[in-house]
């Protein structure tokens, strides 16, 4: 399975074309798109994942709201809106996220401290180790880590964490480079995320938002 999740977000919100973009980019090959839980009305959020499921493909929301109440009132909106996978949620809210989805939908909440929006990653890389062992105990289908968001090392983050769990990990955040896909995939993440960089046209500078993606899974291709 190829690891690219296509965020239709620019600068940590979904972007107000998103439906439009997803139009645009459904038939690139790209199997996983998501979306944040802030940028679109809730109407538009469930239409949106009504398309992705429609198309097949595996739909995600990241949940970047920061307090508690705003958090799980966008995970219970995840189960309305009928979306396949749940990724975010701070860690201390994510006991109570996980307990509203249950089996029903899929969930990577976030590991280490996660500041503001756009989203910072702090916490020693023990803390996330002991963050990552702890959810998976709880049961969780893995874990988000916002690796190039961090304010330490990412490489050594990325590795450590990965190598401690048994659990799948989506790296999300910041990856805006074939060098950077690269290192995660080398790390063994099981998906990552990238959104800003395809809207920045990171990848083909003279391209549109389909050839960025097409590149990027044509580079993935090369490193799995």
Request: aromatic share 8%.
């Amino acid at each position: 399975m190829l690891k690219l999740i296509f965020m239709l977000t620019h600068h940590d919100r979904t972007v107000p074309n998103a439906l439009e973009v997803f139009e645009e980019v459904k038939d690139t090959g790209v199997q996983n798109v998501g979306f944040k839980d802030v940028g679109l009305p809730f109407d538009e959020l469930k239409r949106l994942a009504s398309m992705i499921n429609r198309e097949g493909l595996n739909s995600f929301l990241e949940v970047v709201s920061e307090t508690e109440e705003s958090c799980l009132a966008a995970v219970k909106q995840a189960m309305k809106i009928g979306v396949k996978n749940v990724i975010g949620v701070k860690r201390e809210y994510a006991e109570k996220a996980f307990n509203i989805l249950g089996k029903k939908v899929k969930f990577y909440p976030y590991v280490g401290r996660v500041v503001g929006i756009p989203e910072v990653l702090e916490g020693s890389i023990e803390e996330m180790v002991n963050d990552a062992k702890m959810f998976e105990k709880m049961g969780v289908d893995g874990i988000n880590l916002l690796a190039y968001r961090y304010v330490g090392d990412p490489d050594k983050l990325m590795r450590e964490v990965i190598k401690s769990v048994n659990i799948g990990v989506i790296v999300a955040g910041s990856i805006n480079s074939f060098d950077r896909i690269r290192k995660v995939v080398a790390a063994g993440a099981r998906l990552y995320t990238i959104g800003s960089a395809v809207f920045e046209r990171n990848f083909v500078p003279d391209g549109g938002i389909s050839d960025q993606i097409k590149a990027i899974l044509e580079f993935e291709k090369t490193v799995i």
